[in-house]
Nanobody, 113 residues
């Protein structure tokens, strides 16, 4: 059974940093493209960043230059380094296998002003 587990969320002041992790089980991790999404309070889920099986990345304009997505195929884990956090980054963050309905349970990120 395929499983994604996020961790690393928390409460941080504006300007601070967090690193999220997404650990995968049940797949040959290196073969898959992955994405981070987030869902702010009262809003729809939106794509934050993606990384393909070759390590190529793409970002939402709102996080470009502040967030960095990466992966460690040996550890079957994807990361999201978030720097210079803003209150508008407050959301539940989810990882996803691209083009699938496989999602993690989410991790809450709260940025105080």
């Amino acid at each position: 059974q395929v499983q994604l587990v996020e961790s690393g969320g928390g409460l941080v002041q504006a300007g601070g940093s967090l690193r999220l992790s997404c650990a995968a089980n049940g797949i040959i991790f290196r073969l898959y493209a992955l994405r981070w999404y987030r869902q702010p309070p009262g809003k729809q889920r939106e794509m934050v960043a993606g990384i393909d099986d070759k390590g190529r990345t793409n970002y939402a304009e709102s996080v470009e230059g502040r967030f960095t997505i990466s992966r460690d195929n040996g550890a079957s884990t994807m990361y999201l380094q978030m720097n210079n956090l803003k209150p508008e980054d407050t959301a539940v963050y989810y990882c996803n296998i691209r083009n699938s309905e496989v999602w993690g349970q989410g991790t809450q990120v709260t940025v105080s002003s």
